[in-house]
Protein backbone atom coordinates (compact mmCIF):
# COMPACT_ATOMS: atom_id res chain seq x y z
CA UNK A 1 0.00 0.00 0.00
CA UNK A 2 2.83 2.57 1.03
CA UNK A 3 4.47 1.72 -2.45
CA UNK A 4 1.61 2.26 -4.43
CA UNK A 5 0.52 5.72 -2.13
CA UNK A 6 4.62 6.34 -3.39
CA UNK A 7 4.13 5.95 -7.27
CA UNK A 8 0.75 7.68 -7.45
CA UNK A 9 2.18 10.60 -5.64
CA UNK A 10 4.97 10.26 -8.20
CA UNK A 11 2.28 9.94 -10.78
CA UNK A 12 0.64 13.17 -9.85
CA UNK A 13 3.67 15.43 -9.06
CA UNK A 14 5.01 14.65 -12.93
CA UNK A 15 1.45 15.34 -14.15
CA UNK A 16 1.81 18.96 -12.63
CA UNK A 17 5.69 19.36 -13.81
CA UNK A 18 4.24 18.56 -17.15
CA UNK A 19 2.10 21.32 -17.12
CA UNK A 20 4.96 23.59 -16.60
CA UNK A 21 7.13 22.97 -19.49
CA UNK A 22 10.25 23.15 -17.17
CA UNK A 23 12.42 20.22 -18.54
CA UNK A 24 14.73 20.02 -15.35
CA UNK A 25 11.76 19.62 -13.17
CA UNK A 26 9.96 16.94 -15.70
CA UNK A 27 13.03 14.75 -15.83
CA UNK A 28 13.20 14.92 -11.89
CA UNK A 29 10.05 13.91 -11.44
CA UNK A 30 10.59 11.43 -14.03
CA UNK A 31 13.50 10.22 -12.03
CA UNK A 32 11.08 9.83 -9.07
CA UNK A 33 8.21 8.09 -10.79
CA UNK A 34 10.95 5.52 -12.16
CA UNK A 35 12.61 4.98 -9.08
CA UNK A 36 9.48 4.20 -6.88
CA UNK A 37 8.17 1.99 -9.76
CA UNK A 38 11.51 0.25 -9.43
CA UNK A 39 11.27 -0.79 -5.97
CA UNK A 40 7.89 -2.37 -6.41
CA UNK A 41 8.83 -4.17 -9.71
CA UNK A 42 12.05 -5.79 -7.54
CA UNK A 43 9.57 -6.71 -5.14
CA UNK A 44 6.84 -8.38 -7.55
CA UNK A 45 9.78 -10.08 -9.28
CA UNK A 46 11.06 -11.69 -6.25
CA UNK A 47 7.68 -12.75 -4.77
CA UNK A 48 6.60 -14.20 -8.02
CA UNK A 49 9.61 -16.53 -7.69
CA UNK A 50 10.81 -15.80 -11.68
CA UNK A 51 13.73 -17.48 -13.19
CA UNK A 52 16.57 -15.43 -13.85
CA UNK A 53 17.17 -14.96 -17.39
CA UNK A 54 13.97 -15.61 -18.47
CA UNK A 55 12.03 -14.16 -21.42
CA UNK A 56 8.81 -13.68 -22.52
CA UNK A 57 8.90 -16.19 -25.24
CA UNK A 58 10.83 -18.62 -22.74
CA UNK A 59 7.33 -18.58 -20.69
CA UNK A 60 4.85 -19.14 -23.28
CA UNK A 61 7.07 -21.73 -24.46
CA UNK A 62 6.65 -23.14 -21.26
CA UNK A 63 3.12 -22.32 -20.67
CA UNK A 64 2.35 -24.30 -24.03
CA UNK A 65 4.22 -27.21 -23.72
CA UNK A 66 2.35 -27.83 -20.03
CA UNK A 67 -1.09 -27.36 -22.27
CA UNK A 68 0.36 -30.20 -24.22
CA UNK A 69 0.74 -27.99 -27.42
CA UNK A 70 3.49 -28.12 -29.98
CA UNK A 71 5.32 -25.14 -30.16
CA UNK A 72 8.04 -24.23 -33.06
CA UNK A 73 10.22 -21.71 -32.74
CA UNK A 74 11.38 -20.44 -36.20
CA UNK A 75 12.72 -17.87 -38.10
CA UNK A 76 11.05 -16.86 -41.63
CA UNK A 77 12.19 -14.49 -44.36
CA UNK A 78 9.02 -13.08 -47.12
CA UNK A 79 9.89 -13.82 -50.67
CA UNK A 80 8.03 -11.98 -53.30
CA UNK A 81 7.02 -14.04 -56.10
CA UNK A 82 7.55 -12.56 -59.52
CA UNK A 83 3.91 -12.20 -61.23
CA UNK A 84 5.15 -12.68 -64.32
CA UNK A 85 5.08 -9.15 -65.40
CA UNK A 86 8.49 -8.12 -67.48
CA UNK A 87 10.33 -4.50 -66.38
Request: aromatic share 6%; proline share 3%; no cysteine.
Given at each position: ADERQAIERAIEALKEAIKSDNKDDIDAKTKALTDASAK?????????????GATASGTQEQTAEK????????????????????K
Open positions: MAERLYAQGGAQPKGENVVDAEFEEVKEDDGKQ
